[in-house]
Structures are given as C-alpha cells and as structure tokens.
C-alpha cells in the first residue's frame, strides 16, 4: 500500500527546487553540479532526520494536498510508525485540534507515529514536510550570497567567493540552526564542516573543485586497482576477491559492476575505459 502511494500520490508532487534527492529527475551529479566550483563550504547534517518527523506533519501534507481530515488522517497512520520514539510526545494529537475529537476516539492507543526509515513513501514525504524549512533556508542563502541544496538530511551550503570567510560562515550556521530549530530539527553538530580555500571540495563524495562534478582520485584509484590485480594472471578474480574478504568472486564481481555504474553516471568517458578492462577479465564460471 505505501508502494501504491508513493506511486500514484506522492511522486505527482513537487519538491522545493532546493531539494535534491528522491524527486524525478535526481541524480547525485544534479545535486553535486550547483556547488561547482566552490571555494567555501559550509556542509550541515540533519540528526534523527527520518524520527524527527512526526505523524502531524504528514497529516498536514496529506491534507493539504487535498484529502478530507479522515482520509488524511488515516493515511498519516498507514505511512509513519508507532513505537518507543522519544523524539515524539504521545499526546500531541489530542493538544493539535487538527481533527475532529470523534477521529482520535476511534484509536485505543493515541500514541503519534514517526517517518520510518526505509518506507518508500518516507523520502518523499519528508522533502514536502521539508517544503517550507527549504524556501526559508533558500531565502537565507541568497541573504548571504551562497548556493543551497538539500539532499535528505545533508545540506549544503556554497560560495565561489574566496573572501566569503569563516566569520561569515559562522553566522550561516547559527542562523540555519535556528531555522532547523523552528522546524523541529536537530543539527548534528559533529558534522558541521567549515571548508575553506585550499582544502579538498566534497559534496555527497564528488569532488566540487572543477566546474562540473568528478569522481574523486581514491574512487578511480581504487576501481583501477580492483581491476589491475583481476587481470593479472598471477592472481586473477579467485585470488582477488579472498584477498579483499569477498565471499564470493560473485559478489566482487557485483561490487565494481555496482561501482562502474555509479562512475559512469559522473564521468562516463572515464568509466567506459575502465568497463572495457572490466569486461576483459577471466571470471571463473
């Protein structure tokens, strides 16, 4: 049933532009592809993303987009989960005053449910309960000159302006905590990175320092090496594959397929070279 709302309810709807990831059209290097090239970064990390939003706000989307209290209601229930979230008070429902008392009676237990990670409709419900968090947030970068895009619980901020500086970006943060605060979000402050010019330029693990997005020197190191060793007949992909812990040659074998086709979506002339020596390796059948 979530599989038949994200399909024929959810996908029809439009994220905020800001939004990178789990709308039609997404793609890593579409959310990378704004920051490019960037000489300060200022990377922010959602805590609890999915628990943090409550089966309230579901309600809201649900009924905003048109469906009757009941319906939205129901439909709130049927895509969140009810267990043991602290982040969740039980009595919400009861103190909102969105539906009609008769509705609430109709539960034995009012306890409010949670976005649960890994529902199909999760993503997609998150970045429209996010709607009004990104427009504010849009409006504050472009307050400050820089580039902002979501991609689920990793925002990202970004300047070409090599002058920006740490002062500024200090102020950005504070008041980007405020705003995740006026949502009920938290920021994960471990992971609040300040990059500067000079350092490396990662955004969701592409490099941002060109003007278009690139897969970072350990990612094609790595591949190469993967491929150098399968196609040397002193070890070959028996070898390889017990000596990088794979269970199977399998399952290395699906691996760098996997990775090959994550490269090719970035730098596709690059990753057509590398899948030319990829096919010519001697897999064991």
């Known amino acids: 049933m979530q599989r038949w709302v994200a399909r024929n309810i959810l996908s029809h709807v439009p994220a905020h532009p800001c939004s990178v990831a789990f709308s039609t059209g997404d793609s890593l290097y579409n959310a990378v592809a704004p920051h490019c090239p960037s000489k300060w970064l200022v990377k922010l990390d959602i805590r609890n993303f999915f628990e943090s939003i409550d089966e309230i706000s579901v309600y809201k989307v649900f009924h905003q987009l048109g469906f009757e209290p009941l319906i939205a209601f129901e439909m709130a229930r049927l895509c969140t989960y009810v267990g043991t979230n602290p982040l ?53 970068a472009d307050e400050h000159s820089v580039r902002y895009t979501r991609y689920a619980d990793d925002m990202t901020f970004s300047t070409s302006d090599v002058d920006f500086g740490r002062e500024k970006a ?37 490099s941002a320092e060109e003007n278009v997005p690139r897969l970072t020197r350990q990612f094609k190191d790595l591949l190469r090496q993967h491929i150098h060793y399968l196609l040397r007949n002193d070890v070959g992909p028996t070898k390889h594959a017990a000596a990088r812990e794979f269970a199977s040659t399998a399952g290395l074998r699906h691996h760098l397929g996997g990775l090959l086709a994550f490269a090719a979506q970035i730098e596709p002339k690059w990753a057509a070279t590398q899948r030319s020596r990829f096919n010519a390796v001697p897999w064991p059948y």
């Open 88 to 140: 969740n008070s039980q009595d919400r429902w009861e103190d909102s005053h969105l539906l009609p008392e008769f509705i609430i009676k109709l539960y034995q237990y009012p306890g409010q449910g949670h976005l649960p990670q890994g529902a199909p409709t999760s993503p997609m419900l998150a970045n429209l309960v996010c709607r009004a968090l990104d427009d504010r947030l849009s409006s504050l």
């Open 170 to 206: 200090g102020t950005l943060i504070r008041l980007v905590y405020h705003q995740l605060n006026r949502q009920a979000l938290n920021p994960n402050t471990a992971k609040t990175t300040v990059v500067p010019p000079g350092a490396r330029k990662l955004v969701l693990g592409l």
